[in-house]
């Protein structure tokens, strides 16, 4: 506990492995009963492309051309 707070460190990693079991890890420290059965299987997101993500990389670099530095 943290200055009276609780906390639980959750890593990316974790959730790729047991998607349910982590987000249940959650629920448990915020003391909400939960089912393992009651957690979906996978993430409701999914990576965007990298294309996607290249095109905006690109863009950001086209129109702010240094001037934030």
Do not use: C, H
Request: aromatic share 14%.
């Amino acid at each position: 506990m943290t200055r009276g707070f609780s906390f639980k460190e959750i890593y990316y990693e974790d959730l790729l492995k047991d998607f349910p079991s982590t987000l249940k890890g959650v629920f448990d420290i915020l003391g909400e009963p939960v089912s393992l059965s009651d957690m979906p299987l996978l993430p409701a997101t999914k990576r965007q492309s990298l294309n996607i993500s290249n095109e905006w990389k690109e863009r950001f670099i086209d129109e702010y051309d240094g001037s934030l530095y």
